[in-house]
């Protein structure tokens, strides 16, 4: 069985990916790596229910360290993008080189992310990315396809799970998407 890590941006979005994967055939461990996430509060919801989520689908979750400061530290200068520009690019890249590098250091054979179920995100720039940053080993899984973001809410409601209307950095909270 082919093992794959899952990036997960949060719980809503990682319970239909996981199961999508599980179906498949894949051995599924996530990885909440988000340092973007803003205020801390929102942080620590938003794993609180990746943790749920990982009880739900008898998945281990993976915690990544939470530096927001080294997120803004790097990603300030973009402030004035709009949501799913440059800053959007540079943060899916910063958050899939953190997921290959576990990847790599945890043998999986694979790795993808969550980022994907989403309508507002563009999942032909995040497959570009992935393969820029793992090759091979990026696993390119649309999974908005296959009526993905629908089974994802409907699932956070039969599971009671919190579902934020940001993205999750400062400078999405507000913005249109």
Not at 37 to 55: C, F, K, M, N
Not at 64 to 83: L, N
Not at 99 to 114: G, H, K, L
Request: glycine letters at 8%.
């Amino acid at each position: 069985m082919k093992k794959v890590l899952l990036h997960i941006c949060c719980g809503i979005c990682a319970i239909a990916s996981i199961r999508r994967l599980q179906e498949e055939g894949f051995y599924v461990e996530g990885l909440f790596f988000n340092p973007n996430i803003h205020p801390e509060e929102e942080y620590l919801r938003r794993l609180a229910v990746a943790r749920q989520v990982g009880l739900i689908t008898a998945t281990k979750i993976i915690e990544s360290v939470y530096e927001p400061q080294k997120w803004q530290d790097t990603f300030g200068g973009f402030s004035d993008e709009p949501e799913g520009g440059k800053r959007c690019v540079l943060c899916y890249e910063y958050r899939l080189k953190e997921t290959f590098a576990v990847c790599r250091e945890n043998s999986f054979d694979y790795f993808t992310s969550t980022l994907t179920i989403s309508p507002h995100k563009d999942s032909a720039a995040i497959f570009q990315i992935g393969r820029a940053v793992g090759a091979e080993h990026f696993l390119a899984v649309d999974f908005k396809k296959k009526d993905g973001f629908k089974i994802a809410s409907r699932l956070a409601r039969e599971h009671n799970l919190y579902r934020q209307n940001y993205c999750g950095c400062a400078y999405s909270k507000g913005r249109a998407v």
